[in-house]
DNA sequence: ATTGACATCCAAAACGTTTTGGATTATTGT
DNA sequence: ACAATAATCCAAAACGTTTTGGATGTCAAT
């Protein structure tokens, strides 16, 4: 049924060792044999059992992603960087291990499995938290990753956006606009960017000379159900925010929803702004404003960087920092 | 460093035969040595090595996809299905791999080469054509598969949606609000949905007394770009339609877009409509009238079908058909 | 005392590959 | 002509599991 390398000796007359080294470019096997063997191998369509292989030569291949599997496991955020790690890992001729888990236990249990059964060379950690023990997991197993989004601790490769710079811009934006009351929809505090993003947040105010004021500071999951639930309370409030500003746009489409509800006009009666670009940012009604995370690339340079831990090789920065594009739509009412 | 039954065996005195039964439930161990053997492997951290124990017995508890990767491989629809299956394969604790490859020989190598090496205990197709050869490939290799969406063989298990009656209700909701010129922009013609989708346009156009008029059928291939040339073509004709019909949800918005450029009001000027119900048709602007495949759901239901046909149990329904539903919304005009 | 049945354990083979350490010729330099 | 070198090949071990086919000891039935 299926052919081995065995099959190849037989039918050519070789052994075993010397089939191996033909295919596998070994200096020390004649050019002619070479070629006869693999011919042999491509007629009889033989294809190398990397079960095999692996457990010989600790070598998969492939590399792993742990997907957080929330009520939908589609977060649009994910799946791009999926798209541009599973590219890129194409390109180099690796191929995907995904498993999807429950954040938590179950997800850091899923780290531990996929390591220690060492079925992936590598893997790419992404939504990183504070003091995330998968983190801690992969330094102390020695095992190659690299992360997007940067924690605390940063003795690691990873590649990041700087959330502060981008809510920085987005703050500024809705200032010049004449916004005094600008509202902030947070992510988990446990997410590591979230607190730089609030920094950004702070400075922006600061900057344009408004106050801090805590009532305009509502807590979300990331979720557009949360920034639906945030923009409601928001509204609710004696003197409502003119302008919203969310920690990323699924929770920024969930507040033009709330907005529209309400009857209001999103962009002239209250300005709304996400995080990330998602696909549904630009054709959303209206445009949302937004700063872009170019997640795509992201994802294919991340994978460039595991590679580079995978084989050894010496990386020249070990910290990248992406500075994000203000993308300015009707949402914010900058447009109409 | 990694802890294999070896390690487990010198630990407690037993040989690697009692330990792996223990470990894997044989009824021939004490149960006392048995509890004494689970907790040193549990101390030690023991996970099984994969690799090792696929090469023994075939089982890999992981399940494959083939994702085409076209320019940008992060097609909405491929990201939903992934989804679906991805956390059904997590709740039979298969892991999910995936090779993203550029559709024709490659991605067909794709399969022999995952296939071949065992690496998977099945796979699930989707984007079926016309004469399939990956289907062709698994059958003759008699590897466990299932597939979305059927071509014109049928002797294997699939789940589909109906899509020639979702394009037939599509054009009799376009009808029914007096569109007398309803234009068509055809998926590409290897893919197997593409003649189903078009007999339902035939249908629905001779259900209505409407004649089929091939100037207003363009080729377009999914993506938001094609739909976006179809619609142009479409508006340059000397008598434009007034109703436009896209295979798919991408290429809907892209005509969208190309109405709206020439200063048209779409669902007014012209009505469109798509086919999927993608998660970025409902926050369109405006949105946009689609046919709800429940991509997701089939994810899942695809799964459990493989799974049983990976474990060679009985299969109730080789094949499933589902009806999509119309949802109609303010790009068709009949919400205005 | 012998047999059979049962419970508990284990040595060794097998899975398909890569790698190590030669073995056998052929070729070259002296 | 002889040793050294190069070219070509291969047997066997190893990777970590699962499975096969007993081995050993105990106990009850004959």
Same mark, same amino acid.
């Given at each position: 049924?299926?052919?081995?390398?065995?099959d190849i000796?037989?039918e050519?007359?070789y052994?075993?060792?010397?089939?191996?080294?033909?295919?596998?470019g070994?200096?020390?096997?004649?050019?002619?044999?070479r070629q006869?063997?693999? =011919?042999?191998a491509e007629?009889?369509?033989?294809q190398p059992?990397?079960?095999?292989?692996?457990l010989r030569?600790?070598q998969?291949?492939?590399?792993g992603?742990?997907i957080?599997l929330?009520?939908?496991?589609?977060?649009p955020? #994910?799946?791009?960087?999926l798209s541009?790690v599973?590219?890129q =890992?194409?390109?180099?001729?690796?191929?995907?291990?995904l498993s999807?888990q429950q954040?938590g236990?179950?997800?850091?249990n899923a780290y531990?499995?996929?390591? +220690?059964?060492?079925?992936?060379d590598g893997?790419?950690?992404?939504?990183?938290?504070r003091?995330?023990?998968?983190i801690t997991?992969?330094k102390e197993?020695?095992?190659?990753?690299v992360?997007?989004?940067?924690?605390?601790?940063?003795d690691?490769?990873?590649?990041?956006?700087?959330?502060?710079?981008?809510?920085?811009?987005i703050?500024?934006h809705?200032?010049?606009l004449g916004?005094?009351?600008?509202?902030f929809v947070?992510?988990?505090?446990?997410? =590591? #960017?979230?607190?730089?993003?609030?920094e950004?947040?702070?400075?922006?105010?600061?900057?344009?000379?408004?106050p801090?004021d805590t009532?305009y500071?509502?807590?979300g999951?990331l979720t557009r159900?949360?920034?639906?639930?945030?923009a409601?309370?928001?509204? +609710?409030l004696p003197e409502?925010p003119?302008?919203i500003v969310?920690?990323?746009?699924?929770?920024a489409?969930g +507040?033009?929803?709330?907005?529209?509800?309400q009857?209001l006009?999103?962009?002239?009666?209250?300005?709304? +702004?996400? #995080?990330d670009?998602i696909p549904?940012a630009a054709s959303?009604?209206?445009?949302?404003?937004?700063?872009?995370?170019p997640i795509?690339?992201i994802g294919?340079q991340a994978?460039?960087?595991l590679i580079r831990?995978?084989?050894?090789?010496?990386?020249e920065?070990l910290h990248?920092?992406?500075?994000p594009e203000l993308?300015?739509r009707?949402?914010?009412g900058g447009?109409i």
């Amino acid at each position: 049924m299926k052919v081995t390398l065995k099959d190849i000796a037989r039918e050519s007359g070789y052994s075993i060792t010397t089939v191996s080294h033909a295919l596998s470019g070994y200096g020390d096997v004649n050019e002619n044999t070479r070629q006869h063997i693999i =011919a042999i191998a491509e007629r009889l369509g033989y294809q190398p059992n990397l079960a095999a292989r692996h457990l010989r030569s600790k070598q998969t291949k492939t590399i792993g992603m742990v997907i957080p599997l929330t009520a939908y496991f589609s977060d649009p955020f #994910f799946m791009e960087l999926l798209s541009g790690v599973g590219r890129q =890992a194409a390109e180099y001729g690796y191929d995907l291990l995904l498993s999807a888990q429950q954040p938590g236990e179950e997800e850091l249990n899923a780290y531990r499995r996929i390591v +220690a059964s060492s079925r992936i060379d590598g893997v790419v950690v992404a939504r990183v938290q504070r003091d995330d023990p998968r983190i801690t997991f992969l330094k102390e197993a020695h095992h190659p990753f690299v992360v997007f989004g940067r924690s605390n601790a940063n003795d690691y490769p990873y590649i990041d956006v700087d959330g502060r710079a981008g809510v920085h811009q987005i703050v500024l934006h809705l200032a010049r606009l004449g916004h005094r009351r600008i509202a902030f929809v947070l992510s988990p505090p446990q997410l =590591a #960017f979230t607190a730089l993003r609030y920094e950004g947040y702070c400075q922006g105010l600061a900057e344009a000379g408004l106050p801090l004021d805590t009532a305009y500071i509502v807590q979300g999951d990331l979720t557009r159900a949360s920034g639906h639930a945030a923009a409601a309370r928001l509204l +609710a409030l004696p003197e409502p925010p003119t302008a919203i500003v969310a920690c990323n746009d699924s929770m920024a489409l969930g +507040a033009m929803l709330a907005i529209q509800e309400q009857k209001l006009v999103v962009g002239r009666d209250v300005a709304v +702004a996400g #995080f990330d670009d998602i696909p549904a940012a630009a054709s959303a009604n209206p445009p949302l404003t937004t700063v872009r995370q170019p997640i795509y690339d992201i994802g294919r340079q991340a994978l460039d960087m595991l590679i580079r831990v995978i084989r050894n090789e010496p990386i020249e920065n070990l910290h990248v920092l992406l500075v994000p594009e203000l993308i300015v739509r009707a949402s914010s009412g900058g447009m109409i």
